[in-house]
C-alpha cells in the first residue's frame, strides 16, 4: 500500500511556470507507476501524464499537453514531479497524483490510491 500527497499548485500568470510533486509513503514505491490528472469545475477528470516504475521508462502524456509538461520521478525520493511551462488558462484545474501497482496506465479507473489534489489556477 502507499500514500500520495501533492504539493506545489498555486496560482500563476499565463505562459508562466509550476511543478507539482507527489510525494509517496512506502517503501516499495519503485513498484508503482504514477499518473497525475486533472479536474476542472463542471468536468471530468482528465488524464493529464503518467510515468512507469523506473525513472528512465516511458512516459504518457495527453495531447493537450505535450511538449509543455513533464513528468518525472526520483524513486530515491519517493518523489514524481510534474513540470508545467506555458501555463495556458484552461490548464486551469485541482491536480491529482494517484499511484497504481506495477503497470503503468492512463485511465483513472486504473488507479487504487489518490492523493487529495493540489489547486493550480493560470490567470489571462
Known amino acids: 500500500q502507499v500514500q500520495v500527497v501533492e504539493s506545489g499548485g498555486g496560482l500563476v500568470q499565463a505562459g508562466g511556470s509550476l511543478r507539482l510533486s507527489c510525494a509517496a509513503s512506502?517503501?516499495?514505491?519503485?513498484?508503482?507507476?504514477v499518473g497525475w490528472f486533472r479536474q476542472a469545475p463542471g468536468k471530468e477528470r482528465e488524464f493529464v501524464a503518467a510515468?512507469?516504475?523506473?525513472?528512465?521508462?516511458?512516459?504518457y502524456y495527453a495531447d493537450s499537453v505535450k511538449g509543455r509538461f513533464t513528468i518525472s520521478r526520483d524513486n530515491a525520493k519517493n518523489t514524481v514531479y510534474l513540470q508545467m511551462n506555458s501555463l495556458k488558462p484552461e490548464d486551469t484545474a485541482v491536480y491529482y497524483c494517484?499511484?497504481?501497482?506495477?503497470?503503468?496506465?492512463?485511465?483513472?479507473?486504473?488507479?487504487?490510491?489518490w492523493g487529495q489534489g493540489t489547486q493550480v489556477t493560470v490567470s489571462s
Open positions: 510515468v512507469g516504475r523506473s525513472a528512465i521508462t516511458t512516459t
Open positions: 494517484a499511484a497504481k501497482w506495477f503497470l503503468v496506465a492512463t485511465t483513472s479507473s486504473e488507479f487504487r490510491y
Open positions: 512506502g517503501r516499495t514505491f519503485s513498484s508503482y507507476a
